[in-house]
């Protein structure tokens, strides 16, 4: 994998998690699977990708809006969510991202903006062994509009006392991207690490 780094000093940098330091989107999309399948939902393999950086709960509104489901947000949040703690041990860093990371530790201020709830986003950072690299962690819990508002980033660059102007973020997900350049942040897309497989519809 390489990195298309942009020209000049930044003053900070801003990481999302999944799929972007961790290699923990099949991880997730195996959870989703096994929580929905009890409902009768099907969630493509290509459209949960899509969906990269969207809240948990939004995600399930989504989902019942466009199949006329009515399945509770929260409570499929906390299951899958529940699930994907169990799988946490398969998760591996995606180390261009994590090495970068890694170089400017001590040197310039870090942050990562998530779409995830942040205990959930901690527990991956501490999987993969680069928790302690960050000043800053974003969540869910600490901004009212999810990606691909600026919200995120914007509370990133907040937390590290960055103007965003003099960020770099990395994403993984053109939502993301959005959100990052929203906020006025210079970017850098980070390949994907493996291709969707075709998911499997559960079964009604």
Known sequence: MTLQIPDGDFDGYVFDCDGTLADSMPVHYEAWVETLAR????FPE???YELGGVPTERIVEMLNEQQGLNMPPVEIARDKEALYIRLIPHITPIRPVV???????????????????????RRTLTAIGIVDL?????????????KPAPDPFLEAARQL????????AFEDTALGIQSASS?????????????????KPATR
């Open 39 to 42: 409902f009768g939902c099907d």
């Open 134 to 146: 960050f000043t800053a962690i974003v969540g869910a819990e600490d901004y009212a509009h999810g």
């Open 183 to 199: 906020a006025g942040m210079a970017t850098v897309r980070v390949p994907a690490t493996r291709l969707p497989r075709r998911a």
């Open 99 to 121: 090495d970068f990371a890694r170089r400017f530790h001590g040197k310039k201020p870090l942050a990562v903006a998530s779409g995830g709830h942040r205990g959930i986003v």
């Open 46 to 48: 290509p459209y949960f």
């Open 161 to 168: 006392g960055v103007d965003p102007a003099r960020c770099l």
